[in-house]
Protein backbone atom coordinates (compact mmCIF):
# COMPACT_ATOMS: atom_id res chain seq x y z
CA UNK A 1 0.00 0.00 0.00
CA UNK A 2 1.73 3.62 -1.11
CA UNK A 3 1.62 5.91 2.19
CA UNK A 4 2.06 9.63 2.49
CA UNK A 5 3.79 9.41 5.51
CA UNK A 6 6.11 12.09 6.23
CA UNK A 7 6.46 13.66 9.59
CA UNK A 8 3.08 11.01 10.56
CA UNK A 9 3.06 9.37 13.65
CA UNK A 10 0.87 6.76 15.64
CA UNK A 11 -0.33 6.86 19.13
CA UNK A 12 -1.74 3.93 20.25
CA UNK A 13 -2.88 4.49 24.07
CA UNK A 14 -5.41 3.55 26.78
CA UNK A 15 -5.21 2.36 30.77
CA UNK A 16 -2.99 -0.14 31.63
CA UNK A 17 -3.33 -3.95 30.75
CA UNK A 18 -5.82 -2.84 28.11
CA UNK A 19 -3.30 -4.51 25.14
CA UNK A 20 -1.48 -1.92 23.44
CA UNK A 21 1.65 -3.94 23.15
CA UNK A 22 -0.19 -6.35 21.46
CA UNK A 23 -2.36 -3.97 18.90
CA UNK A 24 0.59 -1.68 18.56
CA UNK A 25 2.60 -4.88 17.52
CA UNK A 26 0.24 -6.20 14.93
CA UNK A 27 -0.54 -2.61 13.80
CA UNK A 28 3.52 -2.21 13.16
CA UNK A 29 3.86 -5.23 11.56
CA UNK A 30 0.85 -4.67 8.83
CA UNK A 31 2.21 -0.70 8.06
CA UNK A 32 6.33 -1.07 8.26
CA UNK A 33 6.13 0.16 11.27
CA UNK A 34 8.43 0.82 14.30
CA UNK A 35 7.44 1.28 18.13
CA UNK A 36 8.23 4.19 20.69
CA UNK A 37 7.42 3.65 24.29
CA UNK A 38 5.61 6.03 26.17
CA UNK A 39 6.06 4.59 29.59
CA UNK A 40 7.82 6.29 32.45
CA UNK A 41 8.67 3.60 34.11
CA UNK A 42 9.99 1.33 31.17
CA UNK A 43 12.84 4.04 30.56
CA UNK A 44 13.93 2.05 33.55
CA UNK A 45 16.81 -1.06 33.45
CA UNK A 46 15.88 -3.56 35.40
CA UNK A 47 12.39 -2.68 36.06
CA UNK A 48 10.73 -5.01 33.73
CA UNK A 49 7.91 -7.38 35.02
CA UNK A 50 6.28 -5.21 36.98
CA UNK A 51 6.27 -2.85 34.49
CA UNK A 52 5.22 -5.16 31.87
CA UNK A 53 7.74 -4.25 29.47
CA UNK A 54 7.50 -6.14 26.41
CA UNK A 55 9.86 -9.03 25.59
CA UNK A 56 12.38 -9.85 22.63
CA UNK A 57 9.85 -12.29 21.89
CA UNK A 58 6.38 -10.63 22.46
CA UNK A 59 8.42 -7.61 19.83
CA UNK A 60 8.43 -10.35 16.80
CA UNK A 61 11.48 -8.90 15.33
CA UNK A 62 9.86 -5.00 15.68
CA UNK A 63 12.22 -2.60 16.74
CA UNK A 64 11.46 -0.81 20.01
CA UNK A 65 12.88 2.60 21.15
CA UNK A 66 13.03 4.30 25.07
CA UNK A 67 12.97 1.22 27.41
CA UNK A 68 16.25 0.94 29.51
CA UNK A 69 17.90 4.24 29.07
CA UNK A 70 17.49 4.65 32.46
CA UNK A 71 19.40 3.42 35.53
CA UNK A 72 16.21 3.62 38.33
CA UNK A 73 18.73 5.35 40.84
CA UNK A 74 18.13 8.66 38.58
CA UNK A 75 15.70 10.66 37.54
CA UNK A 76 14.25 10.72 33.95
CA UNK A 77 12.73 13.63 33.46
CA UNK A 78 10.07 14.61 30.75
CA UNK A 79 12.18 16.63 28.86
CA UNK A 80 15.01 13.98 28.37
CA UNK A 81 12.18 11.94 26.85
CA UNK A 82 10.57 14.25 24.73
CA UNK A 83 14.15 15.03 23.07
CA UNK A 84 15.25 10.92 22.81
CA UNK A 85 11.51 10.21 21.73
CA UNK A 86 11.70 13.15 18.86
CA UNK A 87 14.98 11.62 17.72
CA UNK A 88 14.02 8.55 17.53
CA UNK A 89 10.97 8.77 15.89
CA UNK A 90 12.34 11.31 13.03
CA UNK A 91 15.33 8.27 12.88
CA UNK A 92 12.39 5.79 11.61
CA UNK A 93 10.95 8.47 9.14
CA UNK A 94 14.39 8.49 7.58
CA UNK A 95 13.86 4.31 7.25
CA UNK A 96 10.32 5.33 5.57
CA UNK A 97 8.91 3.85 8.21
CA UNK A 98 5.89 4.43 10.52
CA UNK A 99 6.91 5.74 14.06
CA UNK A 100 4.14 3.89 16.52
CA UNK A 101 4.12 6.02 19.82
CA UNK A 102 2.72 3.56 22.41
CA UNK A 103 1.72 3.43 26.13
CA UNK A 104 -0.24 4.98 29.07
CA UNK A 105 2.40 8.03 30.01
CA UNK A 106 -0.37 10.77 28.68
CA UNK A 107 2.43 14.02 29.73
CA UNK A 108 5.11 11.78 27.55
CA UNK A 109 2.54 11.33 25.05
CA UNK A 110 1.64 15.07 24.79
CA UNK A 111 5.03 16.19 25.15
CA UNK A 112 6.30 14.90 21.85
CA UNK A 113 3.22 15.46 19.75
CA UNK A 114 2.13 18.92 20.68
CA UNK A 115 5.65 20.31 21.12
CA UNK A 116 5.01 21.63 24.30
CA UNK A 117 7.59 23.75 25.66
CA UNK A 118 9.81 21.88 29.33
CA UNK A 119 12.18 23.79 30.76
CA UNK A 120 15.29 21.68 32.09
CA UNK A 121 15.47 22.34 35.79
CA UNK A 122 18.40 20.11 38.35
CA UNK A 123 17.30 18.75 41.16
CA UNK A 124 16.60 21.38 43.60
CA UNK A 125 16.94 18.79 47.26
CA UNK A 126 16.39 21.54 49.85
CA UNK A 127 13.30 22.26 47.90
CA UNK A 128 12.09 18.37 47.59
CA UNK A 129 12.96 18.23 51.67
CA UNK A 130 10.39 20.37 52.37
CA UNK A 131 7.97 19.37 49.74
CA UNK A 132 7.99 15.76 50.80
CA UNK A 133 6.23 17.03 54.23
CA UNK A 134 3.26 17.81 52.61
CA UNK A 135 0.29 15.53 51.25
CA UNK A 136 -0.41 14.96 47.70
CA UNK A 137 -3.24 17.07 48.51
CA UNK A 138 -1.10 20.33 49.47
CA UNK A 139 0.90 19.29 46.67
CA UNK A 140 -1.46 19.50 43.81
CA UNK A 141 -3.44 22.61 45.76
CA UNK A 142 0.05 24.32 45.15
CA UNK A 143 0.72 23.07 41.58
CA UNK A 144 -3.03 23.93 40.66
CA UNK A 145 -2.60 27.62 41.92
CA UNK A 146 1.16 27.77 39.95
CA UNK A 147 0.63 25.98 36.81
CA UNK A 148 -2.84 24.99 36.31
CA UNK A 149 -2.17 23.32 32.93
CA UNK A 150 0.31 20.76 33.99
CA UNK A 151 -2.46 20.49 36.95
CA UNK A 152 -4.47 19.46 34.81
CA UNK A 153 -2.39 16.36 33.28
CA UNK A 154 -1.17 15.00 36.14
CA UNK A 155 -1.66 12.29 38.04
CA UNK A 156 -2.75 13.83 41.32
CA UNK A 157 -2.00 10.76 42.96
CA UNK A 158 1.73 10.48 42.88
CA UNK A 159 3.61 12.58 44.99
CA UNK A 160 6.83 11.96 42.88
CA UNK A 161 5.46 13.58 39.80
CA UNK A 162 4.12 16.43 41.73
CA UNK A 163 7.06 17.49 43.47
CA UNK A 164 9.00 17.31 40.42
CA UNK A 165 6.39 19.17 38.50
CA UNK A 166 6.57 22.16 41.24
CA UNK A 167 10.54 21.73 41.15
CA UNK A 168 10.22 22.59 37.51
CA UNK A 169 7.45 25.91 37.85
CA UNK A 170 9.15 27.15 40.87
CA UNK A 171 12.93 26.50 39.60
CA UNK A 172 12.61 28.06 35.91
CA UNK A 173 10.04 30.88 37.68
CA UNK A 174 7.26 29.84 34.64
CA UNK A 175 4.90 26.92 34.58
CA UNK A 176 5.16 23.87 31.78
CA UNK A 177 5.00 26.26 27.66
CA UNK A 178 1.93 26.63 25.63
CA UNK A 179 1.43 24.14 23.30
CA UNK A 180 3.50 25.00 20.12
CA UNK A 181 1.28 26.65 17.07
CA UNK A 182 3.74 24.61 14.50
CA UNK A 183 3.17 21.00 16.01
CA UNK A 184 6.33 18.79 14.93
CA UNK A 185 3.93 15.72 13.68
CA UNK A 186 1.07 15.25 12.31
CA UNK A 187 -0.94 12.37 14.79
CA UNK A 188 -3.47 9.59 14.30
CA UNK A 189 -4.24 9.16 17.95
CA UNK A 190 -6.25 5.84 18.56
CA UNK A 191 -6.98 4.83 21.97
CA UNK A 192 -8.46 1.19 23.40
CA UNK A 193 -11.79 1.30 24.30
CA UNK A 194 -12.32 -1.25 27.46
CA UNK A 195 -15.32 -2.10 29.44
CA UNK A 196 -14.75 -1.38 32.98
CA UNK A 197 -15.94 -4.93 33.86
CA UNK A 198 -14.07 -6.51 31.24
CA UNK A 199 -11.03 -3.92 31.98
CA UNK A 200 -11.01 -5.07 35.87
CA UNK A 201 -10.60 -8.34 35.56
CA UNK A 202 -7.44 -8.00 32.83
CA UNK A 203 -5.76 -5.91 35.71
CA UNK A 204 -6.29 -8.69 37.88
CA UNK A 205 -5.10 -11.24 35.20
CA UNK A 206 -2.31 -9.43 34.75
CA UNK A 207 -1.42 -8.98 38.02
CA UNK A 208 -1.71 -12.21 39.13
CA UNK A 209 0.53 -13.65 35.90
CA UNK A 210 3.46 -11.08 36.54
CA UNK A 211 3.53 -12.52 40.72
CA UNK A 212 4.23 -16.21 39.07
CA UNK A 213 6.90 -14.47 36.38
CA UNK A 214 8.98 -12.97 39.70
CA UNK A 215 7.83 -9.69 40.09
CA UNK A 216 8.77 -9.32 44.04
CA UNK A 217 12.10 -11.25 43.14
CA UNK A 218 12.43 -8.86 40.52
CA UNK A 219 11.99 -5.89 43.20
CA UNK A 220 14.19 -7.64 45.44
CA UNK A 221 16.57 -7.37 43.10
CA UNK A 222 16.85 -4.25 42.01
CA UNK A 223 16.69 -3.17 46.13
CA UNK A 224 20.22 -5.29 46.68
CA UNK A 225 21.60 -3.55 43.05
CA UNK A 226 21.21 -0.32 45.42
CA UNK A 227 17.94 1.33 44.62
CA UNK A 228 16.47 2.37 47.74
CA UNK A 229 13.02 1.31 49.19
CA UNK A 230 12.20 4.92 49.42
CA UNK A 231 13.16 4.95 45.27
CA UNK A 232 10.99 2.35 44.60
CA UNK A 233 7.99 3.44 46.60
CA UNK A 234 8.40 6.79 43.98
CA UNK A 235 7.66 4.29 41.21
CA UNK A 236 4.10 4.02 42.42
CA UNK A 237 1.52 0.90 41.82
CA UNK A 238 3.54 -2.48 41.85
CA UNK A 239 6.87 -0.82 43.17
CA UNK A 240 5.58 0.63 45.98
CA UNK A 241 3.42 -2.10 47.47
CA UNK A 242 6.02 -4.94 46.88
CA UNK A 243 8.31 -2.24 48.86
CA UNK A 244 5.79 -2.23 51.76
CA UNK A 245 5.52 -5.77 51.50
CA UNK A 246 9.21 -6.50 51.34
CA UNK A 247 9.67 -4.23 54.64
CA UNK A 248 7.59 -5.84 56.46
CA UNK A 249 4.67 -2.91 55.99
CA UNK A 250 2.16 -5.48 54.45
CA UNK A 251 1.13 -9.31 54.88
CA UNK A 252 0.84 -11.07 51.14
CA UNK A 253 -2.53 -10.81 50.73
CA UNK A 254 -3.16 -7.04 52.26
CA UNK A 255 -0.64 -6.44 49.41
CA UNK A 256 -2.17 -8.09 46.41
CA UNK A 257 -5.61 -6.91 47.42
CA UNK A 258 -4.21 -3.24 48.17
CA UNK A 259 -2.08 -3.18 44.76
CA UNK A 260 -5.11 -4.69 42.87
CA UNK A 261 -7.38 -1.77 43.93
CA UNK A 262 -4.81 0.67 43.09
CA UNK A 263 -4.36 -0.37 39.59
CA UNK A 264 -7.68 -0.05 39.14
CA UNK A 265 -8.08 2.99 40.30
CA UNK A 266 -4.90 4.54 37.92
CA UNK A 267 -6.92 2.67 34.99
CA UNK A 268 -9.71 4.90 35.94
CA UNK A 269 -7.11 8.09 36.29
CA UNK A 270 -5.68 7.48 33.22
CA UNK A 271 -8.89 7.31 31.04
CA UNK A 272 -9.79 10.82 33.09
CA UNK A 273 -6.91 12.51 31.50
CA UNK A 274 -7.80 10.64 28.19
CA UNK A 275 -11.18 11.87 28.17
CA UNK A 276 -10.66 15.08 27.71
CA UNK A 277 -8.15 14.78 24.38
CA UNK A 278 -10.89 15.06 21.64
CA UNK A 279 -8.70 13.67 19.25
CA UNK A 280 -8.82 9.97 19.91
CA UNK A 281 -10.30 7.85 18.20
CA UNK A 282 -11.42 4.83 20.31
CA UNK A 283 -11.15 1.48 19.14
CA UNK A 284 -12.19 -2.17 20.19
CA UNK A 285 -9.95 -4.58 17.61
CA UNK A 286 -7.37 -4.44 15.17
CA UNK A 287 -9.85 -4.02 12.39
CA UNK A 288 -10.88 -1.02 13.65
CA UNK A 289 -7.52 0.34 14.07
CA UNK A 290 -6.52 -0.69 11.11
CA UNK A 291 -9.00 1.13 8.74
CA UNK A 292 -8.13 4.03 10.83
CA UNK A 293 -4.31 3.54 9.93
CA UNK A 294 -5.25 2.62 6.84
CA UNK A 295 -7.61 6.03 6.16
CA UNK A 296 -4.50 8.08 8.22
CA UNK A 297 -1.60 7.45 6.02
CA UNK A 298 -2.82 7.73 2.47
CA UNK A 299 -4.21 10.96 2.96
CA UNK A 300 -2.12 13.43 2.45
CA UNK A 301 -0.18 15.70 5.10
CA UNK A 302 -1.80 18.92 6.03
CA UNK A 303 1.18 20.72 6.20
Partial sequence: METKSKNKIIVILGPTSSGKTDL????????????????????????????????KKEMQGIPHYLLDVANP?????????????????????????????????GFYIQSVVDGIVIPEVKPNWKLRGKLEKMTNEQLFERLKALDPKRADSIDRHNPRRLIRALEIVLGSKRPVGPLSKNTPFEALFLGIKKDQKELNKLIKKRLLKR????????????????????????????????????????KYDQMVSLLNKEI????????????????????????????????????????
Fill in 73 to 105: KTRFSVAQYQKLATRAIKNIHKKNKVPFLVGGT
Fill in 24 to 55: SIKLAKKFNGEVISADSRQVYKGMDIGTGKVT
Fill in 211 to 250: LDEGMINEIKKLHKSGVTFKRLEEFGLEYRFVAQYLQGKL
Fill in 264 to 303: EHYAKRQMTWFKKDKRILWVENFSQAKREAINFLRTKNQK
